[in-house]
């Protein structure tokens, strides 16, 4: 399985960015998918899931009402759209994938999920 995640990059405070993480390898609707941040003041952390199927997700409180995690299991690519985008959202943003038997699991920990992709840094100024 292979996960490339894309569109990150400068903005300032307030604009907006949409992060693609394009899957190979693997039946992607089989896959609960997260997305993940990290940078150097805290541990990677979950920023959002969703099942397989795209009907449940879950978000971190800091990006509730911003972020929107979104998938196309016919393109093999879950999105992240961010809006209102904050300086403390500065960080290496990864996706993450897990076989799942369960349709509506959307997992929230890193140790629950078996592939990462590489990260993308997005810095957000003030």
């Known amino acids: 399985v292979q996960l490339v995640e894309s569109g990150g990059g400068l903005v300032q405070a307030g604009d907006s960015l949409r992060l693609s993480c394009a899957a190979s390898?693997?039946?992607?609707?089989?896959?609960?998918m997260g997305w993940f941040r990290r940078s150097p003041w805290m541990e990677r952390d979950s920023v959002a899931a969703?099942?397989?199927?795209?009907?449940?997700?879950i978000y971190t409180d800091s990006v509730k009402d911003r972020f929107t995690i979104s998938r196309d299991n016919a393109k093999n690519t879950m999105y992240l759209q961010m809006n209102s985008l904050k300086p403390e959202d500065t960080a290496v943003y990864y996706c993450?994938?897990?076989?799942?038997?369960?349709?509506?699991?959307?997992?929230?920990?890193?140790?629950?999920?078996?592939?990462w992709g590489q990260g993308t840094q997005i810095t957000v100024s003030s």
């Open positions: 390898g693997c039946t992607f609707s089989t896959y609960a």
């Open positions: 969703i099942s397989r199927s795209g009907r449940n997700t």
């Open positions: 993450a994938a897990t076989s799942t038997y369960f349709l509506g699991s959307t997992p929230k920990r890193p140790r629950e999920y078996n592939y």
